[in-house]
């Protein structure tokens, strides 16, 4: 006879179902034993069924003993329970055994799995991910990222995208982190590169004559590691042909409403507000500001003796005692400010200057006159070139958010924490000074605002070239980023030159691209969204690991298989590597 293990899941009997026979299997998720026979909670992915095994059940013995997380298969009889708690309609029947089959037996588990809350270190959970994957909450997160991605596809899928994958063994994309390398047997020292998205292979499908593709990729950048990030992470990633940044932007918003509609996730505006990266970092010190909270940063008219200099505060209601000066001081030399002042806006002086900058504080209690600070007591600010003062005080807002969003008595300063506040920065710089050279803000292959601008500029004014690019902010996080595209042979390879790129270098890397630029280009443009953030983001976690079933630890080790692991000398020959040379 076939086996069978189940007629039901343990999620799915109901009174209806009193009297039959019926065939479970699942986990144990509790025993209990007491004089009317030994209690199971059976689990499965659906839910949890009451199971007794009375003590006259020729299994009673064999059942008595065994650990919890054991699976079983139980056949017996539905009989009504009497429930005052039940939740659910299963929770109003029990299955009294007839028969018991232990199918796998536990040991002892290295933590306790069958509550949301647990005790066990995040290692200790990565190591036996496969038990965390039962608790309720994790379970919960899988079935979620499985509903939000079947929700998106759905969406795409009837607005004319076609799905497309693009290969993993590749050549490098350059989006700013550094490539992972996978070395070719065949070809001897040679190397593919995973690659950091799929943006060279997107452009070139948009070339092919593609109108609307998506694809949930895998990416993989080797950057530093942070609670938001992964080393590989998943990107619903688009792009259109003939598209404006308008278009873009339309379909994102309508994909978003429609997945938190469906979802029911929570409200959503019909239109995400836009602001600029210069407003945004003015106003709130970063380039993907938390909604969330409404106070901005303010510039405090002062005049300043050094032309670049500028005055910047953010105003504050807190009890500032020197545990907090000295995390403020921390987080301001984090970010380079050195000129931290304290100012007590009730008692109308200054109550603590780092580095006893000279401030004019008749002038500054004139000004402060002016700005209404409700019941907020203190102004925090510092004397710093444009860029540091606003990335100081941005690091300072941020903290506030974090610090107190936790305490209930802040409502006013924190709009709604259980909020969701999309934003969209817009008109970003093309390049940035970093690291001694010009480096592209989003990629090389996003197209300037002004194009005409390119073929004309001197290379030290780069940093006044405005990109065709946006990015989606969600509470604080960047969840998507996207540009319109270079579609112009002469402009592409300008921009690679104005990137410092040599014609060999531009050839070796770009040469296959750029030779389809050859063959007639449609304007395109896209975004990428970061998959396993937005959920983090949706479910209120605090990491990105939560969102990911097999993610890897903060020092990029996976510690349930232990990789990366060495691979032996034998291999390495093979491949054509000997470390020592
Ligand atoms: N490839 C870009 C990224 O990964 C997204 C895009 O420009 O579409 O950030």
Partial sequence: MEKLFRTHTCGNLTQDDIAKEVVISGWVKDIRINKFGIFIDLRDMYGTTQVIIKPDNIHYQEVKNIKVESVLKVIGIVVLRKNKDAKNANDMIEIVATKIEILSRAINLPFTIKNDNTLASEELRLQYRYLDLRRPIMNDNIKFKHRVINCLRTFLNENNFLEIDTPCLTKSTPEGARDFLVPARIQKKYFYALPQSPQIYKQLLMISGIDKYYQIAKCFRDEDFRADRQPEFQQLDLELAFTTSKEIKQIVEKMIINLFKTLKIGDVPKVFPIITYHQAMDCYGSDKPDLRCTCKLINIDIKASEDTFVYKGFIVNDKINETTIKKLVEISNQHGGKTL?????????????????????????????????????????????????????????????????????????MNNIEKFEF??????????WEENKWQACHHPFTSPKNPEQILTINNKNLGILIADAYDLV?????????????????????????????????????????????????????????????????????????????????????LLTNSPSKISTEQLAILGLNLKK
């Fill in 341 to 413: 002042i304290i100012y007590d806006l009730i008692k109308k002086k200054v109550i603590y200057n780092v580095s006893k900058t000279k401030v004019n504080e008749l002038i500054l209690i004139e000004k402060m006159s002016q700005i209404k600070y409700n019941n907020n007591n203190f102004l925090i600010f510092v004397y710093e070139q444009q860029m540091v003062a606003n990335k100081v005080m941005g690091a300072i807002r941020n903290f506030y958010i974090n610090d107190l969003s936790k305490q209930a008595n802040h409502k006013d300063f």
């Fill in 423 to 432: 934003l969209w920065i817009v008109d970003w710089p093309m390049f940035e």
């Fill in 474 to 558: 969600l509470n604080g996080f960047e969840i998507a980023g996207g540009s319109i595209r270079i579609n112009d042979y002469q402009l592409q390879e300008a921009i690679f030159k104005l990137l410092g790129l040599s014609t060999t270098e531009i050839d070796n890397k770009f040469d296959f691209f750029l030779s389809a630029f050859n063959y007639g280009v449609p304007p395109h443009g896209g975004i990428a969204f970061g998959l396993d953030r937005l959920l983090m983001i949706l479910i209120k976690s605090q990491s990105i690991r939560d969102t990911i079933a097999f993610p890897k630890n903060n020092r990029g080790i996976c």
